[in-house]
């Protein structure tokens, strides 16, 4: 188990300047982007016990990440 945090930056290091500007101009990204952020500091509480929870909330958050992120490179793909 990692306790390193994923943040989007990090998930697309060579997208920083696209990732940036369509949260800017689509509020939809944007949102997405936004719940990402939220799950994926939920998870790294959870994993560094700061905010402990059960094996069964950690996999259904780690689907809804995972499932996010995906919605953002989509996104990110389309944009390019």
Not at 58 to 80: C, G, H, I, W
Request: with cysteine; hydrophobic share 35%.
């Amino acid at each position: 188990m990692s306790h390193t945090p994923h943040e989007l930056i990090a998930e697309f290091p060579d997208q920083q300047d696209l990732l940036h500007s369509l949260k800017e101009t689509d509020a939809h990204f944007a949102k997405l982007c936004d719940e990402y952020h939220t799950i994926n500091r939920a998870i790294h509480r959870a994993e560094t016990d700061v905010e402990p929870t059960d094996d069964l909330h950690m996999a259904e958050m780690r689907k809804q990440r995972m499932s996010l992120k995906d919605a953002v490179a989509s996104a990110l793909r389309t944009a390019t």
